[in-house]
């Protein structure tokens, strides 16, 4: 009984420590127009969100953070974005972003349907490269 409880707070601590590295690096070379506009943002999240959020948009990049990664993707290396419903939903990252590579591949990642979080993941794809592919369905 001991073993898995020891094992889960292994692997939740292996992921806390490798989410708030990546977080404070992409804190760390944020401009102050990015800042302000994340805390705009953290406004409208919901509380887990805004401790743990699932992407974060700096100098023309998406810092994505997922379970065991968190990559940089540039809009530059992007040729659509695809958002639609996530039906196997985990809590309230009800939204499924597809990211599709210029130079072939795919990336995708649970997002929280919030409205003004969505709007600003697109208003900055299209602003980053304007030839971009936005299909929400």
Known sequence: MILPAF????GATVFMRSFFKGYLEVIGVMTDEDLET???????RWWLEKQLP??????GKIRVFKLYSQP??????????LIRPNYFSRGRQNKLVI???SKGGSFFFGMDSN??????LLN?????NPNIIITNR
């Open 54 to 59: 699932s992407f974060i948009i700096y100098s």
């Open 38 to 44: 994340m805390e705009k943002l953290e406004k409208t």
């Open 7 to 10: 094992l889960i707070f292994i």
């Open 115 to 120: 409205p003004a979080q969505e709007e600003h």
């Open 124 to 128: 900055k794809a299209v602003e980053y």
């Open 72 to 81: 940089d993707i540039s809009f530059t290396e992007l040729s659509e974005i």
């Open 99 to 101: 990211f599709k590579k």
